[in-house]
């Protein structure tokens, strides 16, 4: 059963989660759609859709940009498609007078194996901390390998940013007992019906 926002106060983030959310949203009767296994599901989320609608990228963006200013973070990187739009909203975010821009790198599978030969892509820097942003927290299986990923190349990684977290998965729980902070833009529970979404700002 897809969420319900109802419950969700109408702020401002709130809004736009929702909006984020309604827009990624896709059900079986509106095509067919499986899990990894090739199993039929009711329904998943694509943020590609929303994500790549210059509306909601700028806004996005900026949400989190702030967030991560608030946290004196100067470097995202992302691991997979559904990160390389987050990325770049953050990239294009707006900035106050004396603020500085963001960099930016993707984290490859593996090592390019001719060119720069590199791992890390982009201009982000070795002596700086830098952020893991990404779509979707589920396991958390995905953010680790990126975080192994980023630390063997001499990364410093403090902390993951997701648009939705799947709080029944433990995804967060695996992050944050590596040492790291996670924060999302909503936290999605399928399995409590009473209150199936909320948006960080709600817990705080």
């Known amino acids: 059963m897809a969420n319900d926002f109802s419950s969700v106060p109408e702020s401002a983030l709130a809004r736009l989660g929702h909006q984020l959310y309604q827009r990624a949203l896709v059900r079986r009767d509106q095509e067919p759609i499986t899990d990894p296994r090739g199993q039929p599901i009711g329904w998943l989320l694509d943020t590609r859709m929303p994500m790549l609608e210059g509306e909601v990228f700028d806004e996005i963006g900026d949400v989190l940009a702030e967030r991560l200013r608030a946290r004196g973070i100067g470097q995202v990187a992302g691991f997979g498609y559904g990160s390389f739009p987050i990325v770049c909203s ?27 030969r590199r791992l890390i892509e982009g201009p982000i820097e070795r002596d700086q901390p830098v952020v893991l942003v990404d779509d979707i927290l589920n396991s958390g299986r995905s953010a680790a390998r990126a975080i192994a990923l980023l630390r063997s ?18 995804g967060k729980s695996r992050i944050e007992g590596e040492g790291l902070w996670v924060e999302s833009l909503l936290e999605l529970n399928l399995r409590d019906g009473s209150r199936a979404a909320t948006t960080s700002g709600d817990r705080r």
């Open 153 to 170: 190349d001499g990364f410093q990684v403090p902390g993951v940013l997701t648009l939705f977290n799947f709080t029944w998965s433990g």
């Open 90 to 116: 953050i990239l294009g975010a707006s900035a106050e007078e004396g603020q500085a821009k963001f960099k930016g790198g993707f984290v490859r599978e593996r090592r390019k194996a001719y060119g720069r």
